[in-house]
């Protein structure tokens, strides 16, 4: 019998990769107009329309639980006057603007679960004022415009390390200037233009993208009445084009480098370029680039008139019945349906058995909804097998993995995945904690598939490794070495891992 549960352990190496879905927004056409639609890696998934009215989708999101926000304008048919937009969650209206004509959306997100639209409104004395709201009812987040001095949100972003949102548009005092915000606070305006230290006569910034502590837009500015496309790093500008002939847009940064788009009066394609002029790809059309932890995502329309999604600049997925995008959203859930862990248990006697994990369902504790995942201990115990089996309850927001703490009654931060070197987090255990510390932060390769990992280590050796995003930490899930202290046993290595194991 020991034998065997060996020969298993060995056999079972291999570690299915899981599945990072892009949804896409936009529309396509019918006899009377065009049908709003979205698709999840290239095939259509739901459609919005309403007899006498044409629809386009603008705008998509998705939070951690795996539900997709789509926003939706409808417009009368045929005359092609606005109707009214809605917020779609999945294949359902969520939240529908018709009872809020002050809302004025740019821009959708999710954190913390929650969805929020950032925009403008008109206050009372007829000053747009820069807004985020929330939620079905609209219920109004921030306030960032002062009111006195009219300001307005085209983008936003999030930092993948803190939580905070960033976004982008203008503040007109005196004269417009570009604007970014952190959170919903005024983080800086461009006064001039750096590279020729001329006075900026009016500018203003549309597309944002925040990663390693620096933010980056794209928008332009106006100087002998020309208007110049842009990118600034910071408050800085690093980059610009030709007036009228050539456009920058889409912007994205991935580790020290920037990615976004470039067409010119001289080329006939679009260039995605790395950095100042480092040309990764060319295609008809860029519609939207984004970035995860580990790859770059591009959407956009091949020279055959075709639509796609690029990963890391290499064709993913054709986009069908479509006829144009807009947006993209990439949900990479660390916990995928019917996920299975096969871990090594090494005995005291030196025989090997296994620790199996299982996302088994959904429960609520509190106001969180986190996964159960089936803990079974197979071990032997004087020449006979026996079996612990507990429920561990766990969830993922954010880039963070937090795990029910059964004897504080409160959930602890298990995976801190937005981590860098240096950093740290505490990981409460029963009554105990762990200081844990990121020595180094590099990428984990299997199978064609790259993932961000952390090597973390604590002062008494508990839980040393690496943990990588999507599997998990590689010697034990969980910190076995205080929760099986004095059992007889330890938990030594992850042999396996699949999902979607129970549906072939």
């Known amino acids: 019998m020991k034998k065997l549960f060996a020969i298993v352990l060995l056999m079972a190496v291999a570690m299915p990769t899981n599945a990072q879905d892009v949804y896409s927004v936009g529309y396509y056409d019918e ?33 951690s639980q795996g539900d997709v926000f789509w926003w939706v304008n409808f ?15 999945n294949n359902h209206v969520y939240a529908s603007n018709e009872n809020h004509r002050e809302v004025h959306i740019a821009d959708i997100y999710c954190l913390n679960d929650t969805i929020y639209y950032a925009g403008y409104q008109y ?30 949100i085209y983008n936003v972003d999030i930092d993948k390390r803190t939580g905070i949102p960033y976004f982008c548009g203008y503040v007109i005092n005196g004269k417009k200037r570009a ?28 597309q944002i993208a925040v990663e390693n502590g620096h933010v980056y837009t794209i928008g332009e500015f ?24 050539d456009v920058l847009h889409g912007i ?27 040309e990764v790809l060319q295609l008809e059309y860029a519609y939207c680039i984004q970035s995860t932890f580990t790859d770059i995502y591009v959407l956009g329309k091949d020279f055959d008139n075709k639509f796609y999604v690029w990963k890391n600049f290499e ?34 006697d030196g025989s090997i058995t296994y620790q199996h994990l299982e996302y088994a369902a959904d429960t609520t504790i509190g106001t969180e909804r986190p996964k159960i995942i089936v803990r079974t201990n197979t071990i032997y115990d004087r020449d ?69 990992m952390l090597h973390i280590s604590d002062a008494g050796n508990i839980f040393n490794g690496d943990i990588v995003v999507g599997y998990g930490h590689m010697t034990s899930f969980f910190p076995e070495r205080l929760m099986n202290r004095g059992k007889g046993y330890s938990v030594e290595g992850l042999r396996c891992y699949c999902h979607l194991c129970r549906t072939a």
């Open 315 to 348: 064709k993913q997925c054709q986009i069908e019945n479509c006829n144009a995008l807009s947006d993209m959203c990439v949900l990479d859930p660390f916990f995928e349906p019917h996920s299975e862990w096969y871990y090594e248990i090494l005995n005291d």
């Open 31 to 63: 006899t009377n107009g065009t049908v709003a639609a979205l698709y999840k890696n290239g095939n259509r998934l739901y459609t919005a329309q309403y007899s006498s009215q044409t629809s386009k989708a603008t705008r998509v999101t998705c939070n």
């Open 222 to 245: 106006e100087q002998q009445g020309f208007p110049i496309p842009a990118l600034w790093k910071d408050n800085v500008l690093i980059r610009y084009a030709q007036p009228y002939y």
């Open 123 to 152: 206050n009372e004395d007829s000053v747009l004022v820069a807004t985020v709201w929330k939620g079905s009812d609209f219920e109004t987040h921030w306030v960032i415009g002062d009111g006195i001095h009219s300001s307005l």
């Open 75 to 89: 417009y009368d048919y045929p005359d092609g006057n606005y109707n009214h937009s809605e917020i779609r969650i």
């Open 384 to 452: 006979a097998i026996t079996t612990e089996v507990t429920h561990e309850y766990v969830f993922e927001r954010d880039g963070k993995v937090y795990w029910w703490n059964k004897n504080l009654e409160e959930f602890t931060v298990l995976y801190d995945l937005t981590a860098e070197a240096g950093d740290e987090w505490e990981i409460k255990v029963g009554i105990e904690s762990i200081l844990v510390h990121v020595d180094s932060v590099g990428m984990f390769e299997y199978d064609n598939d790259t993932r961000k």
């Open 252 to 278: 994205c940064a991935f580790d020290d480098s920037y990615y976004y788009g470039y067409t010119s009066r001289w080329q006939y394609y679009d260039a995605i370029l790395k950095d100042y002029n480092s």
């Open 179 to 206: 604007a970014i915000w952190e959170g919903q606070e005024l983080l800086s305006t461009f006064e001039q233009d750096s590279i020729y230290e001329q006075p900026i006569t009016t500018s203003y910034a549309s």
